[in-house]
């Protein structure tokens, strides 16, 4: 059996955000770690703008993140009826909003010094500032629409994540998000999360095919 194959990087928001929705949709595919500043030419060849994710099915190449998850929901949506009707339009919203402004700022407070004249805490205070209006609206059962996990989580909750990483102490001790942080935490801690970050060999070519979700065999004796 042929299986698509999906050109990956451990910590790329964008590409954590595919491998979930690979993940909770029971895809399975054929990985290849790439090295962000070597990357293989036959993903460039599929891809030419050089962006992770991509995903390489028998028909055609998805190299944006948030088609690969439409790809996978459209033969498995494992998301129906999690969340009510009305928030679909706030889900679409919000993940528009952190593609968009929030992942702009965050690009220029995290990397500052790869942008000319760039003020780090202004961006870093309007990603804050982004974190406190979602309080509005996060729920109090575990994600951040109700008790399910919702495409909404998969798809901002990497860039949250990546947030508290550039200082950790400084963001967990916020005290006007601490939902935000309850769900991120709650993310963190879960099996999807340590599952969709297990570490793979970076590709080679003619080297032994790796496959995503990972099976460790040695729990299955």
């Given amino acids: 059996m042929e299986y698509p194959i999906l050109y990956s990087f451990i910590r790329c928001p964008y590409a954590m955000r595919a491998r979930m ?17 070597n990357k293989p ?22 190299d944006e993140s948030n ?8 033969s498995n949506n494992i998301f129906d009826g999690n969340i009510d009707h009305d928030q679909m339009d706030l889900t679409n919203n919000l993940i528009e909003l952190f593609d968009s402004k929030f992942k702009y700022n ?4 995290k990397y500052a010094t790869r942008y000319e004249n760039v003020n780090k805490d202004k961006h ?10 979602l309080e509005n609206v ?34 967990d001790k916020q005290n006007t998000i601490q939902g935000v942080q309850k769900i991120l935490f709650n993310f963190l801690n879960s099996n999807l999360f340590k599952e969709v970050m297990h570490k ?3 590709w080679e070519e003619n080297a032994k095919p790796q496959f995503f979700p990972y099976i460790n065999m040695s729990k299955n004796r």
């Fill in 138 to 171: 996060i729920s109090n059962e575990g994600w951040i629409l109700g008790s399910k996990i919702n495409k909404l989580d998969i798809s901002i909750l990497p860039f949250i994540r990546q947030f508290r990483i550039a200082d950790i102490e400084w963001f």
């Fill in 67 to 74: 088609d690969i998850i439409e790809w996978a929901l459209s």
């Fill in 106 to 109: 965050l690009d220029r407070y």
């Fill in 41 to 62: 030419k036959q993903m460039i060849d599929k891809s030419p703008k050089g962006t992770v994710p991509v995903l390489v099915l028998q028909k055609e190449v998805i």
């Fill in 124 to 133: 870093k205070k309007e990603c804050l500032e982004i974190l406190i209006n």
């Fill in 200 to 202: 793979y060999d970076v």
């Fill in 21 to 37: 929705a690979l993940k909770l949709t029971n895809t399975k595919c054929e990985i290849r770690e790439v090295r962000l500043n």
